[in-house]
Structures are given as C-alpha cells and as structure tokens.
C-alpha cells in the first residue's frame, strides 16, 4: 500500500510507564506507518483510561514490566479480546509460560531435555552441567549455570523458586552456545524478516548477575548482546515451522515471532525459547537491509489492521 493511501486506521502499541529501555526501538516502525497514514499511539497496557476499543488495533511491544502481575497482564489481553489484541491472548498466556516447550517437543519440534521441579518438590540429579530457571519470567531473572561442584548453589536456586510458588525447569547446557551464540529468526505476518545472533550471556558458573533495580541479568544489557546474522537454510526452516505451527494451535498468524535456536556444529538447529508475547526485535539492527525491519514490521502490522 502507497503511503497516500491514508487508511485513517488507529493502532495502539501498548508499552508500559515508566517505558523500558529500549523501547525507542518501535518508534522506527510507527513513523513508518504515520507515513501511511496510521496513526500509532503509545499506551500503557495498565493504564485505567484506555479506551481499548477505540482502535482498529492493539499490538503488544514493550510491556516489560508484565512479569511482575502476569494474571493482570493475561486478564488485560483477554479484556480486549483476540479480535484486536495481537498476538492473540491465548498465545500470551501460552507464551508466557516455558512449559509450552514440552508441547513443542510432542509436536515433534527439537527441544532440549526439559525437567521440571515444583516448588518443595525434589530436585533430580543433574548429571552435568545444567541451566536452572523460572518457567515464568524474562530477563534471565533467577537464572544460573550450575555442576558438580557449585550443586549447592543450584539447590539453592531451587528453593528460592520454591518459596516464591514458582516451578523451576532444568536444562541441559548446550556447550556450542558458547562458540557459536543463538540464532534468533525473526518473523513478521508468518514470513521470515532477518536473523540476529546472540551471543552467549550466562556466567559460566553460578547465577546470572541483576542490574541493581531491575529483576534483568547485568549482561542483558551488553551492547554487543545481539548482532545481525544470517541463517541457516536449517534455522529458517525450523522457524517456519514453529511458527506455522503457532498459527494452526491457536488459529492465528502471529503478527510477530523470535523463534530463538542453538545450532550443533552439524548445523542442527535446536529450539530454545519461542518469543511471542512482547520480545525486542531489534529493529535498529536490521536498518541497512535492503528493505529494513521497520518497514517489514510496519508493513505487517498495516496487512493486520487493514
């Protein structure tokens, strides 16, 4: 669509207050659709006098503060209903929670080995080096590396969840990560937009370090977190497939997907996280190809509206 076709359609990304770095990253993409004639507003998903409904379109960015009021934030996505929320609300709630992987992998998608723990429930042993962490949160929050030698420490973190009522996961940790990073396939309207690469970001032993007053790991911040990459024919594919697979599960094409993967020396791609709910996207990064991110994203979010 030209940008003088002036649609006069309105479209909410709904944020958080005080908004989060980096939020900015969106202002790319809504300059592009005022462009178009959309008009984007910025609104906090928990701000009282919201008028939902009054917009062709409510797209979930930046609601990093979610994690904290998880049922509030699902209740909210449920109130203004799968009609004009996107991605839809029953693909938050299932987002939102890691235990999904377990149905990814019985859809015959490759995950890693997945144990569980309930809080006061038993710790299984974990023969290796593993990663511990929440099935619900973001950021690396209560995230560690543990083995043999520092067991106590992860036990420790065990607890911790436990006290919290939150179920911990067990993971296996991959060791290529370290060399090769996660390949992270970016896909806008079910169609593949570009590819970053995250480099590793765990300590190598003990729990993830927070940026004091925040619940985010200190290395999340590193500037050199992510990059922009290429993929693999393999990891394109397998987030094609995930992808389509969310749209057939929940009868919707997710305006947008990070379907986040660590490739084997091999080249075989294994999933790690799929990011559905409010990931970054790192429009910023994707700004010298040759058509950008934003205006991938803009062009999606505007196909969603129309």
């Known amino acids: 669509m030209s940008p003088a076709s002036g649609s006069g359609h309105r479209v909410a990304y709904a944020t958080c207050e005080p908004r989060l770095e980096p939020w900015q990253d969106d202002l790319l993409s809504a300059e592009l659709l005022a462009g178009r004639g959309i008009e984007v507003e910025f609104v906090a998903w928990d701000d009282p006098a919201a008028d939902w409904p009054a917009f062709d379109l409510v797209v979930v960015r930046s609601t990093w503060d979610y994690t904290r009021r998880a049922e509030e934030f699902l209740a ?5 209903g799968p009609e004009r929320l996107r991605n ?16 990814l992998d019985g859809a015959g998608l490759p995950v890693p ?14 023969g290796g080096k593993v990663v511990i962490k929440p099935v619900a949160g973001a950021g690396a929050r209560d995230t560690g590396v543990f083995h043999e030698g520092n067991a106590g ?9 436990g006290t919290q009522d939150e179920i911990a996961m067990i993971q296996p940790y991959i060791p290529w ?15 593949f937009a570009y590819a970053l690469k995250k480099k590793a970001f765990l300590p ?6 927070v940026r004091p007053g925040t619940t985010v790991a200190e290395s999340m911040f590193d500037e050199d977190l992510m990059s922009l990459a290429e993929a693999s024919e393999a990891e394109v594919e397998l987030g ?3 992808v389509a697979w969310l749209a057939r599960r929940f009868g919707s094409m997710p305006l947008y997907a990070r379907i986040d993967m660590v490739s084997s020396p091999e080249g075989e791609p294994v999933l790690m ?4 709910t409010e990931p970054c996207l790192y429009l910023e990064l994707a700004e010298d190809l040759e058509t950008t991110g934003a205006e991938l994203f803009a062009a999606a979010v505007e196909a969603t509206s129309a």
């Open 240 to 242: 094609a497939k995930t």
């Open 204 to 209: 190598d032993s003990g729990i993830a370090p």
């Open 153 to 161: 420490e992860g036990l420790a973190l065990l607890e911790k969840l």
């Open 273 to 276: 996280e799929v990011e559905a």
């Open 113 to 126: 080995p997945t144990a569980l723990v309930a809080p006061g429930g038993p710790a299984p042993p974990f």
């Open 88 to 103: 839809v609300p029953a693909l938050l709630r299932w987002n939102t929670d890691k235990r999904y992987l377990a149905e």
């Open 76 to 80: 909210w996505a449920d109130s203004v």
């Open 177 to 191: 990560i370290d060399e090769r990073g996660e390949t992270a396939a970016i896909f806008f309207g079910g169609r």
